[in-house]
């Protein structure tokens, strides 16, 4: 009697990741040595005028994460496995997006000459790694999928910390501090929950949750003195706290344990980041 073949281990197309690649580096140089002017944009809001000012670099790493999302579909789209819906496949566009922004404010922030460089060159191979693992995670069945949920989850909280410390460093006004951060963290949130359950419907509705309560923690944080990498401490515990705990509760393994082990997670996390959080 024949045994079942062993699950298929699937890789991307390497001559269409070398080519998103090529894009990816070409796109950070673009940014990093082209002026272009900054816009400026107004809205009236709850009531009130406000505006806002975004920077030329901000633009030109907006449209590096929108390359390297449409990069993503792409190559999610090459899979054997993939399903051709839309819904589905922005899924994947979420997390390289973001990553590719936060690493590119990162970049911005450091000098011209070699650390650049070094940090371009390990800039291109994260978000190499971010697109294989996302490829990977199209097929629950491939052998190394468990692998590349870890990982994908891991940079999901590594990401969300870089970009709520940024929203804050920005310091923009509340309202629009607070809806970035909503948005980011329901996008961020929506990833991680459907990686780890794989209920749409379900993780939609937490990922919304999530975003509603990481805006308003954005919004109170304006009122306080509190450094960038202080609020983004913060706000990354109740991120963890909150989508651990929706995502044990739609699975179905939401217990009395787990609500304490989050929670002691939480308050010492939030100590340490308070700590850290004092200008």
Avoid at 145 to 169: P, Q
């Amino acid at each position: 009697m024949a045994q079942n073949a062993p699950p298929l281990r699937r890789v991307p197309d390497w001559d269409r990741l070398s080519v998103i690649t090529a894009v990816i580096v070409l796109a950070y140089a673009l940014a990093r040595f082209v002026d272009i002017p900054s816009q400026e944009y107004s809205a009236t809001l709850f009531g009130s005028k406000i505006g806002i000012e975004i920077d030329g670099q901000l633009l030109l790493l907006i449209m590096v994460a929108a390359l390297i999302s449409t990069g993503s579909e792409t190559l999610i789209r090459s899979h054997p496995r993939a399903e051709g819906g839309y819904r589905r496949n922005v899924l994947h566009w979420i997390l390289p997006g973001c990553a590719a922004l936060g690493l590119g404010l990162l970049l911005d922030l450091a000098p011209t000459g070699p650390v650049w460089w070094l940090g371009l060159a390990f800039s291109a191979f994260l978000l190499v790694v971010v697109l294989i693992a996302e490829y990977t995670g199209v097929d629950l069945d491939d052998p190394a999928y468990r692998a590349a949920a870890i990982g994908l989850t891991a940079l999901t909280y590594i990401v969300a910390v870089a970009l709520f410390g940024w929203v804050r460093f920005t310091g923009t006004r509340a309202a629009l501090s607070a809806t970035l951060t909503a948005a980011l963290a329901a996008l961020l949130s929506l990833r991680l929950l459907m990686l780890n359950t794989g209920a749409f419907q379900r993780s939609l509705i937490g990922a919304g949750v999530v975003g509603l309560t990481l805006g308003e923690a954005m919004w109170a944080l304006n009122y306080w003195r509190v450094t960038p990498a202080g609020a983004g401490l913060l706000l990354l515990v109740v991120f963890y706290v909150l989508s651990g705990l929706l995502q044990q509760h739609i699975t179905g393994q939401l217990t009395r344990r787990s609500v304490i082990e989050f929670t002691v997670v939480g308050v010492i996390g939030a100590a340490i980041a308070f700590w850290l959080a004092r200008p």
